[in-house]
């Protein structure tokens, strides 16, 4: 089949979309042309709408609702349709009904019905990419999205806005500012070339270098004397290694939940809770200065977002230290009650969020606040700071990237 499609970027600041139907698939196709322009002009026709779609109502005065089945009437003033009801006769009629009056359509599922389709959009600020299978996969279209959007920096927004000044300053004709933002952009096709056997030869290097150490070390060390020291660890150093890999081995699987884990685990080893707190923190505070170097490195830190964090949840730390070796002194086993509660909210509060759907972005307001907590119950519980400050913002939209890359910045400073 020959591929006739025309990609088309729509302005649709006076564009009138006309939805008819209000169930899952409505609240998608709702849900796509509101990411593309949150100011666009909606009207949608059901006997039924989704919860989630009357919410999302509620929330934009560009969206209008007629609870009844659908009429030809209501293709009045239309500039394009999408239907998105599970009656095949009902879109075959709506499509005619439109067609006759020269309105473009989209039906879900039903290509043959399709004027135009909605494709994935990758969006980085000003660039925006479309990509379309034809109607024959919008799985595989949105992966191609998905993978995009990993790919393509967020830095790509201040290449187009140099570009665009540079073009706006360029006095020649249109050859010559074509050829010289050719010339510009060129680098972006160069290919970096492998580095040949520099794999095998830092295998080789490292593989030396840790056989001359130990050759080095069995002159002071002698087999014998290490079997009799290691003889002499007590057991619960290998509890505490079996739980710091537990431990890491959570937190690397889901992103948060090291001191969480340690915390609870240690608590049932019956260790005295200002040493597990100062013991997680301890162990935290390298493997977060890591984290939050590489991601600072790669960009994926938002500066502003960082200072509110980190200072506001420096001093809910030093609190909550302080609080805790208070209270764990005085009054140890109500301290255990406290710890043990706060450890199954923070882990019921998980599930919950595992399974809530991700809304679209709004404005967090008081992050000092939230910065403030997390590091005064990180203190105070051993841990917290991810399952607290992590998911309070992913919940509110935030990108994955940024917050995972700021959170962990922050927590170096915090755990410091």
Same mark, same amino acid.
């Given at each position: 089949?020959?591929?006739?499609?025309?990609?088309?970027?729509?302005?649709?600041?006076?564009?009138? @979309?006309?939805?008819?139907?209000?169930?899952?698939?409505?609240?998608?196709?709702? %849900?796509?042309?509101?990411? *593309?322009?949150?100011?666009?002009?909606?009207?949608?026709?059901?006997?039924?709408?989704?919860?989630?779609?009357? %919410?999302?109502?509620?929330?934009?005065?560009?969206?209008?609702?007629? /609870?009844?089945?659908?009429?030809?009437?209501?293709?009045?003033?239309?500039?394009?349709?999408?239907?998105?009801?599970?009656?095949?006769?009902?879109?075959?009629?709506?499509? /005619? =009904?439109?067609?006759?009056? !020269?309105?473009?359509?989209?039906?879900?599922? *039903?290509?043959?019905?399709?004027?135009?389709?909605?494709?994935?959009?990758?969006?980085?600020?000003?660039?925006?990419?479309?990509?379309?299978?034809?109607?024959?996969?919008?799985?595989?279209?949105?992966?191609?999205?998905?993978?995009?959007?990993?790919?393509?920096? +967020?830095?790509?927004?201040?290449?187009?806005?140099?570009?665009?000044?540079?073009?706006?300053?360029?006095?020649? +004709?249109?050859?010559? #500012?074509?050829?010289?933002?050719?010339?510009?952009?060129?680098?972006?096709?160069?290919?970096?070339?492998?580095?040949?056997?520099?794999?095998?030869?830092?295998?080789?290097?490292?593989?030396?270098?840790?056989?001359?150490?130990?050759? $080095?070390? &069995?002159?002071?060390?002698? @087999?014998? /004397?290490?079997? *009799?020291?290691?003889?002499?660890?007590?057991?619960?150093?290998?509890?505490?290694? =079996?739980?710091?890999?537990?431990?890491?081995?959570?937190?690397?699987?889901?992103?948060?939940?090291?001191?969480?884990?340690?915390?609870?685990?240690?608590?049932?080893?019956?260790?005295?809770?200002?040493?597990?707190?100062?013991?997680?923190?301890?162990?935290?505070?390298?493997? &977060?200065?890591? &984290?939050?170097?590489?991601?600072? #490195?790669f960009g994926n830190v938002n500066k502003k977002l960082l200072f509110w964090l980190a200072s506001f949840g420096v001093v809910g730390a030093i609190l909550g230290a302080l609080f805790l070796v208070y209270l764990g002194n005085e009054y140890e086993k109500l301290a255990y009650l406290i710890l043990s509660?706060?450890?199954?909210?923070?882990?019921?509060?998980?599930?919950?969020?595992?399974?809530?759907?991700?809304?679209?972005?709004?404005?967090? #307001?008081?992050?000092?606040?939230?910065?403030?907590?997390?590091?005064?119950?990180?203190?105070?519980?051993? !841990?917290?700071? $991810?399952?607290?400050?992590?998911?309070?913002?992913?919940? #509110?939209?935030?990108?994955?990237?940024?917050?995972? $890359?700021?959170?962990?910045?922050?927590?170096?400073?915090?755990?410091?």
């Amino acid at each position: 089949m020959t591929n006739t499609l025309f990609p088309v970027f729509l302005k649709t600041d006076t564009a009138h @979309f006309l939805l008819v139907g209000g169930g899952n698939v409505g609240l998608e196709k709702a %849900e796509t042309l509101l990411r *593309q322009n949150p100011q666009i002009r909606i009207t949608i026709v059901a006997t039924y709408f989704h919860p989630k779609l009357v %919410e999302i109502g509620g929330q934009h005065k560009n969206i209008s609702f007629c /609870e009844r089945a659908f009429e030809e009437t209501d293709l009045e003033n239309k500039d394009y349709v999408i239907i998105a009801t599970d009656s095949p006769i009902v879109n075959r009629t709506v499509r /005619e =009904l439109a067609k006759v009056r !020269g309105i473009k359509v989209n039906a879900a599922d *039903q290509p043959d019905l399709c004027d135009f389709y909605l494709g994935s959009i990758v969006n980085k600020g000003t660039l925006k990419i479309a990509i379309s299978t034809n109607g024959k996969s919008p799985v595989l279209a949105r992966r191609m999205r998905e993978y995009f959007t990993e790919v393509i920096p +967020d830095s790509i927004e201040d290449s187009i806005t140099v570009l665009n000044e540079f073009r706006n300053k360029h006095k020649g +004709d249109f050859q010559e #500012k074509l050829t010289d933002l050719n010339k510009v952009t060129a680098s972006f096709q160069r290919k970096k070339k492998p580095k040949k056997y520099k794999r095998l030869a830092f295998i080789l290097a490292s593989s030396f270098l840790i056989f001359f150490i130990g050759y $080095g070390c &069995s002159t002071l060390v002698s @087999f014998s /004397e290490l079997k *009799q020291g290691i003889q002499l660890i007590p057991n619960e150093f290998y509890y505490m290694l =079996l739980i710091g890999f537990f431990a890491q081995l959570v937190d690397g699987a889901v992103g948060l939940g090291y001191g969480v884990t340690c915390a609870t685990s240690m608590m049932i080893l019956g260790v005295k809770l200002p040493a597990i707190s100062g013991s997680i923190h301890t162990a935290e505070m390298f493997s &977060s200065a890591i &984290s939050g170097f590489s991601h600072y #490195k790669f960009g994926n830190v938002n500066k502003k977002l960082l200072f509110w964090l980190a200072s506001f949840g420096v001093v809910g730390a030093i609190l909550g230290a302080l609080f805790l070796v208070y209270l764990g002194n005085e009054y140890e086993k109500l301290a255990y009650l406290i710890l043990s509660a706060y450890t199954c909210v923070i882990g019921i509060r998980l599930v919950i969020i595992a399974f809530k759907r991700f809304p679209f972005k709004k404005k967090i #307001k008081f992050l000092g606040g939230l910065g403030f907590a997390g590091g005064f119950m990180d203190a105070f519980g051993g !841990g917290g700071w $991810g399952p607290i400050v992590t998911s309070t913002l992913l919940a #509110k939209g935030r990108k994955s990237k940024y917050v995972v $890359g700021t959170v962990s910045l922050a927590e170096f400073f915090v755990t410091l």
